[in-house]
């Protein structure tokens, strides 16, 4: 694996504030001036390298910045207690920019109890939807909820209860989704960020 061309994605999915690993190593790619055929770097990689830049020169601002998605994850997490919420993504890992949102699985049958519980609260949210794969590599489309909470994005992705039990394929590691409760975010804060 090519550590430079790893390590210029990584700047520029920083310096950029991007959220796809993908254009951030097209965008190296060229940056380098790599041959054609040259392999991109995998998305673990990607990760580890934004973590590392972000610990060297994200400074302050990276770290409150992931505090406040994992502590706006806590009190989302909170409010949506009867629909067992797990954080996934970017506020677990702290592989984040400025543009990232929290990520959250919620799980209910039928699907529509979240808008409901949210429209009962006057919470204002978009629908919209998302695609994960399974174990078995079926496209699951997955119905999306969007909503803001003190100036952090969330997105709630909420499954069918069975969902639970069986996380979703990670595109970054082709393994089942990281998922952590409410318990969990909470040991986050209180340790060292990222």
Same mark, same amino acid.
Do not use: W
């Given at each position: 694996?090519?550590?430079?061309?790893?390590?210029?994605?990584?700047?520029?999915?920083?310096?950029?504030?991007?959220?796809?690993?993908?254009?951030?190593?097209?965008?190296?790619?060229?940056?380098?001036?790599?041959?054609?055929?040259?392999?991109?770097?995998?998305?673990?990689?990607?990760?580890?390298?934004?973590? *590392?830049?972000?610990?060297?020169?994200?400074?302050?601002?990276?770290?409150?910045?992931?505090?406040?998605?994992?502590?706006?994850?806590?009190?989302?997490?909170?409010?949506?207690?009867?629909?067992?919420?797990?954080?996934?993504?970017?506020?677990?890992?702290?592989?984040?920019?400025?543009?990232?949102?929290?990520?959250?699985?919620?799980?209910?049958? /039928?699907?529509?109890?979240?808008?409901?519980?949210?429209?009962?609260?006057? =919470? /204002?949210?978009? *629908?919209?939807?998302?695609?994960?794969?399974?174990?078995?590599?079926?496209?699951?489309?997955?119905?999306?909820?969007?909503?803001?909470?003190d100036q952090?994005?969330?997105?709630?992705?909420?499954?069918p209860l069975?969902?639970?039990?069986?996380?979703? =394929?990670?595109?970054? *590691?082709?393994?089942?989704?990281?998922?952590?409760?409410?318990?969990?975010?909470?040991?986050?804060?209180?340790?060292?960020?990222?």
């Amino acid at each position: 694996m090519d550590t430079e061309l790893v390590d210029t994605a990584a700047r520029i999915y920083c310096e950029h504030q991007l959220t796809d690993y993908r254009l951030a190593k097209l965008r190296a790619f060229e940056a380098l001036g790599c041959r054609p055929g040259t392999p991109l770097p995998d998305n673990a990689a990607i990760q580890a390298a934004i973590i *590392d830049y972000q610990r060297l020169f994200g400074g302050e601002p990276y770290r409150q910045h992931l505090q406040a998605m994992r502590r706006t994850a806590v009190e989302a997490m909170k409010l949506l207690t009867d629909f067992s919420p797990r954080l996934v993504g970017g506020a677990v890992s702290g592989a984040v920019t400025p543009q990232h949102r929290v990520q959250l699985h919620a799980f209910a049958d /039928p699907q529509e109890l979240v808008d409901l519980f949210l429209f009962d609260r006057g =919470i /204002p949210f978009v *629908d919209g939807g998302r695609r994960y794969r399974d174990r078995n590599g079926r496209v699951l489309d997955i119905p999306l909820v969007q909503l803001e909470a003190d100036q952090v994005g969330v997105d709630i992705a909420v499954f069918p209860l069975d969902g639970l039990r069986q996380a979703p =394929i990670s595109p970054l *590691d082709n393994r089942p989704f990281r998922r952590l409760t409410r318990e969990q975010v909470e040991a986050l804060l209180s340790g060292p960020p990222a």
